[in-house]
């Protein structure tokens, strides 16, 4: 059995799914984290072993901080965490936007990156790898996109800690993508990325030689 082991938010679907079918791949244990208990569990069935199920609300520290003790109870420790939980708005704009929303959207993908972040923080002395799942919308002003501006805080928010965290030995990447054909979106888009794409960007970043901090990986469709 391996020693490393990855904690993903939002892994029942899209991105969190396909980066676990991929560290899985490169011999890396996860832990799967969502609220879809039903999805998780035909993930771990699909994976086997190297996968354990941990449903929970990403938006409550408390549910992350006792997932991440059971992960590391389980095997051995938590080496990683990828906080990819995320969500967009129904509609649009400041002026015509629903307020309800926002608070719904700004809990998961502010404060649920934060709560990751916190919760990871106590399993990475001496070493540790926290990403995060950012945008181009985050990179680039979008009228009336409170979303893109939800990820503007995540790419902050991930330079700050990685200035933080490389204190105590540990690394933190940014993956930002463009548009990703996943259950985001109404309607499929099946010429941009595709999830995987973004999982193998996912590792690429967690298999750097020690000695490698990256912390930005941008990636966008080539058409």
Same mark, same amino acid.
């Given at each position: 059995?391996?020693?490393?082991?990855?904690?993903?938010?939002?892994?029942?679907?899209?991105?969190? +799914?396909?980066?676990?079918?991929?560290?899985?791949?490169?011999?890396? %244990?996860?832990?799967?984290?969502?609220?879809?208990?039903?999805?998780? +569990?035909?993930?771990?069935?699909?994976?086997?072993?190297?996968?354990?199920?941990?449903?929970?609300?990403?938006?409550?520290?408390?549910?992350?901080?006792?997932?991440?003790?059971?992960?590391?109870?389980?095997?051995?420790?938590? /080496?990683?965490?990828?906080? %990819?939980?995320?969500?967009?708005?129904?509609?649009?704009?400041?002026? /015509?936007?629903?307020?309800?929303?926002?608070?719904?959207?700004?809990?998961? %993908?502010?404060?649920?990156?934060?709560?990751?972040?916190?919760?990871?923080?106590?399993?990475?002395?001496?070493?540790?790898?926290?990403?995060?799942?950012?945008?181009? +919308?985050?990179?680039?002003?979008?009228?009336?996109?409170?979303?893109?501006? &939800?990820?503007?805080?995540?790419?902050?928010?991930?330079? %700050?800690?990685?200035?933080?965290?490389?204190?105590?030995?540990?690394?933190? &990447?940014?993956?930002?993508?463009?548009?990703?054909? &996943?259950?985001?979106?109404?309607?499929?888009?099946?010429?941009?990325?595709?999830?995987?794409?973004?999982?193998?960007?996912?590792?690429?970043?967690?298999?750097?030689?020690?000695?490698?901090?990256?912390?930005?990986?941008?990636?966008?469709?080539?058409?």
């Amino acid at each position: 059995m391996t020693d490393k082991t990855l904690f993903i938010t939002g892994a029942s679907s899209g991105i969190g +799914a396909e980066t676990a079918r991929a560290a899985v791949a490169q011999g890396w %244990n996860v832990g799967l984290f969502a609220r879809s208990a039903d999805k998780l +569990a035909a993930l771990v069935e699909e994976l086997g072993d190297m996968a354990l199920a941990l449903p929970g609300d990403a938006t409550l520290l408390d549910d992350q901080q006792g997932a991440m003790k059971k992960l590391a109870a389980h095997f051995g420790g938590v /080496d990683a965490a990828f906080a %990819n939980a995320g969500m967009g708005l129904d509609t649009p704009g400041t002026r /015509d936007g629903d307020p309800e929303e926002w608070e719904a959207m700004i809990r998961l %993908n502010i404060l649920g990156v934060m709560w990751t972040a916190k919760a990871a923080s106590a399993h990475f002395d001496g070493g540790g790898h926290l990403l995060l799942t950012g945008s181009a +919308a985050g990179r680039r002003h979008i009228k009336g996109s409170l979303y893109g501006a &939800t990820k503007w805080f995540v790419h902050g928010y991930g330079g %700050n800690l990685a200035e933080e965290f490389r204190e105590f030995g540990a690394r933190v &990447t940014v993956v930002a993508p463009g548009m990703v054909d &996943t259950a985001f979106f109404d309607e499929p888009k099946p010429d941009k990325l595709q999830p995987e794409d973004i999982a193998r960007a996912v590792l690429f970043a967690l298999e750097a030689d020690p000695r490698a901090s990256v912390q930005e990986v941008f990636v966008m469709p080539t058409g």
